[in-house]
């Protein structure tokens, strides 16, 4: 069986105008 995440993960500041980040991990899960 192979089970598989995908994590969204973003970071905003409060600057004016805002930066925003975004990075998408994709983690595979083997069960041997």
Same mark, same amino acid.
């Given at each position: !069986?192979?089970? /598989?995440? !995908?994590? !969204?993960?973003?970071?905003?500041? *409060? /600057? *004016? @105008? @805002?930066?925003?980040? !975004?990075?998408?991990? *994709?983690?595979?899960?083997?069960?041997?």
């Amino acid at each position: !069986t192979i089970s /598989g995440y !995908t994590l !969204t993960v973003q970071a905003a500041d *409060n /600057g *004016n @105008p @805002p930066r925003v980040n !975004t990075t998408t991990v *994709n983690i595979d899960v083997s069960d041997v």
